[in-house]
């Protein structure tokens, strides 16, 4: 095989991406759109997606000195996602795989973000903490498929922490800057408990709820404190829980490796946690280089590579976008 080519446009980023004949990804070429108030307006993010995949496209061939001829395949996000964003990706693919004469390949957002994981980091068998915008799940494979062993109840972590960062006035994506606030307050207040700011904890069993975290994050800042000692508690709560069922999942499987994965996974204290509960359960945690954490088309050209290997290519007519398409419901043939 040559270089499969691939298509993310499941929300805010429109990404081409590649992986060579070995699987390895390269660097993917992407446009983000930043809303200007609010968040990600899905006919706003699709018309975005439109107007820069024709030059986006020719940026990552001439970047790679790739012509047309060394594409063997066009992969892309089937879902999940936003349905007028998905489609763009779709209609892009279908064209370029009828142009290029080669397979199509509709591949799983959430199982692109584990297998880009494993090809980067090396692992083997983990446990995924997939933390993103869109998303909040602890996965774990069993026979043939990668199991939902937790979630998120109501909405995802990346959700949650733009949705508190647009409320003070910081513009999207929040995360970064409610990372950057935190890591501010507590380098100034290192004695600083988080009694004095305590949350609601978000595990229930083995799932997670956001969303009354959320709530009281805005009202202790409506009753006067700190916005960086409120972001580092948000944080702090948001990410103990995540990493705890990620730890159960650990446990209830008997793996011993743990993986991060999803736009959160860039942030740098819930990387550390993640580690540092790996290290006390003599376990491994690997997270990919942020590039690969993010939304990205590499990650969905790696899927598609492994899934046209074992003869999963997609017809036409099967290439309709599913928006609710679940981490379970795509076969896993590969080890």
């Known amino acids: 095989m040559g270089f499969t080519l691939g298509i993310e446009s499941t929300a805010h980023t429109f990404s081409f991406g590649l992986c060579d004949s070995s699987g390895h990804p390269l660097p993917s070429m992407s446009s983000f759109i930043r809303p200007e108030q609010g968040g990600i307006h899905p006919r706003e993010a699709a018309d975005h997606h439109v107007a820069h995949s ?3 496209l020719h940026q990552l061939l001439v970047k790679n000195r790739l012509p047309p001829e060394d594409i063997t395949a066009v992969a892309f996000s089937q879902g999940p996602g936003l349905g007028p964003c998905l489609r763009i990706g779709a209609a892009v693919a279908r064209t370029l795989s009828q142009e290029w004469n080669v397979p ?3 591949v799983n957002h959430c199982v692109a973000h584990i ?5 980067v980091c090396g692992c083997n068998d983990p446990v995924l903490l997939y933390v993103s915008g869109g998303n909040t ?5 069993l026979e043939g498929r990668y ?3 937790g979630e998120t109840l109501d909405i995802g972590i990346g959700n949650m922490l733009d949705k508190f960062a647009r409320e003070q006035g910081i513009p999207f994506p929040g995360g970064p800057r409610v990372e950057a606030l935190a890591e501010e307050w507590i380098s100034a207040n290192p004695d600083c408990g988080l009694s004095d700011y305590e949350l609601p904890y978000a595990v229930q069993g083995m799932d ?10 805005r009202h202790m800042v409506l009753k006067g404190k700190p916005l960086g000692a409120v972001c580092w508690s948000v ?3 948001a990410f103990a829980a995540c990493v705890e069922v990620a730890e159960r999942a650990l446990a209830h499987t008997g793996k011993n490796e743990v993986l991060l994965g999803g736009g959160v996974a860039c942030n740098q204290r819930l990387r550390d946690m993640c580690s540092l ?4 359960r003599s376990a491994e945690s690997f997270v990919p280089e942020k590039m690969y954490c993010v939304d990205n088309g590499s990650m969905i050209a790696v899927l598609g590579r492994l899934q046209l290997l074992h003869g999963k290519s997609t017809e036409p007519r099967n290439s309709a976008i599913d928006q609710h398409l679940r981490t379970n419901e795509t076969p896993i043939l590969w080890s």
């Open 54 to 56: 024709g030059e986006l």
């Open 104 to 106: 199509l390949v509709g």
């Open 115 to 119: 297998e880009v994981g494993r090809e």
């Open 137 to 141: 799940q602890i996965i774990a494979r």
């Open 147 to 149: 199991r939902i062993l």
């Open 208 to 217: 997670l709820a956001f969303s009354g975290l959320l709530t009281a994050a």
């Open 235 to 237: 944080q702090e709560h």
């Open 277 to 280: 509960m790996a290290s006390e």
